[in-house]
């Protein structure tokens, strides 16, 4: 059984089950898929897609959007999952105080000049959130937009670990505008 893929380790089963009660009544645009199931593919596209076993990373991604779409805060995070991993989920935060305009700029500049762990789990989020659209139409074009803002932020001071993340989602980005349009 020793070619047998590794069990996923405590903090990841704890993050999901974390975030399933925490997105509970949440649901994504289409109005019938549970919100829950977002994050969950974001830690899947994070392990599966970009080979990343971390159990840091791959907590933060299925938590990455508690702090700014539920009632969970920072101290929740820190609590149960460490300073560090809170640290990462507050990075992948936008500060809804904060009109459009301004939040989305200081996200930006925010995903930056953050660690390679939190650029990984944001390419993730991308890269469910296009695929979700190609099932959504309504969706594309702004997942277009936000994919072509998030990748240029990303894209400074990129660290070498994350660039075949990013060609990856670059890509996917890529084949999907030839077939929206």
């Not at 894209?155 to 989602?169: E, G, Y």
């Amino acid at each position: 059984m020793s070619d047998s893929p590794p069990l996923p380790s405590r903090s990841v089963l704890d993050a999901v089950a974390f975030a399933a009660r925490a997105h509970r009544s949440q649901m994504r645009k289409d109005k019938e898929t549970p919100y829950a199931s977002h994050v969950f593919r974001v830690c899947l596209v994070v392990r599966h897609a970009f080979g990343i076993d971390d159990e840091h990373v791959l907590t933060a991604a299925v938590l990455h959007d508690t702090i700014e779409d539920t009632t969970t805060d920072f101290d929740d995070v820190e609590e149960h999952f460490g300073r560090q991993v809170a640290e990462w989920v507050a990075l992948l935060s936008k500060d809804k105080r904060l009109p459009e305009s301004e939040r989305e700029k200081a996200y930006c500049d925010g995903l930056a000049s953050a660690p390679w762990q939190v650029k990984l789990c944001k390419l993730g989020d991308i890269y469910d959130n296009l695929t979700d659209a190609d099932h959504f139409p309504p969706q594309r074009q702004r997942a277009m937009r936000n994919a072509e803002r998030y990748l240029n932020a990303l894209a400074t001071n990129m660290h070498d670990s994350v660039r075949p993340a990013w060609d990856k989602v670059s890509a996917l980005l890529n084949r999907l505008r030839k077939e929206w349009n």
